[in-house]
């Protein structure tokens, strides 16, 4: 039993020993306290900063016997939280930054604020809500549809494009899109197929049109005759017209005595 104590003590000694040959001694972060420990055959060694300062860097690094550290030691820079940021806008300056501290957004001209407009510095080094961003109200080019296209090349705040389809295909949805703030107006459209009207048979089409052309002649003939009828008698086109009259007056009659 003691020889095995021995045994594992002399192992866990020269993992030890090679660990520390093996990893070089990183120096001291200012402004932080740094806690190092071994995990199986590893050196973990974590850094916190005092309070006023914030990290910039890996937290925790780790170094073992074949790699040595994996990353170099970070700094504890001055301010609780890292320094607020936002790309196309501006933002009310706090140096250093404390706890609790507040920051308000603004975004430049021709943009647009996403998020909130203000975020507040908490104990744990971290910002509440997150920073906003500041997007462009022009719009991003618009996207083609399968079998359409579209119109226009203004995407700025305020213009509008307009989709089309190619032949043999019918837009559904909204064909005219406007930009606003940075974002289209509406989903892109589709289009669809146009499905053809069932043909008619060769036998079918000759009695459809035979049928037209004789309806045709039966109403000619039929004004032929009334015209005939009316010359014969020497009438005049006003009395022509009072005759007309006279024929609906006594149809609708006839045709109202037939009703049940």
Known sequence: MLFWFMCCLMAVWTISASDA??????????????????????????????????????????????KGWNATSPQCQWGHCPDPFLENGKFSVLQPVDVNDTVTFKCNEDYILKGSSWSRCLENHTWVPPFPICKSRNCNSPENITHGYFEGVDFTSGSTITYYCEEGYCLVGTQSQQCIDGDWSSALPVCEVI?????????????????????????????????????????????????????KAKAKMLKAKMLP
Not at 43 to 55: A, D, E, K, N, S
Not at 218 to 226: V, Y
């Open 21 to 66: 040959e093996s990893c070089s001694e990183i120096p001291a972060v200012d402004n932080s306290i740094s806690v190092s420990k071994e995990d199986g055959e590893q050196i973990l060694r974590t850094y916190l900063c005092i309070r006023g300062y914030h990290l910039v860097g890996e937290k925790t690094i780790f170094c073992n016997a074949s």
């Open 195 to 247: 499905q053809e009207a069932t043909k008619l048979t060769a036998q079918e089409q000759f009695e459809k049109e035979f049928l037209a052309f004789q309806e045709t002649e039966d109403l000619r003939q039929t004004i032929e005759n009334i015209m005939q009828k009316f010359k014969k008698h020497n009438l005049t086109m006003e009395e022509i017209k009072y005759s007309l009259e006279i024929m």
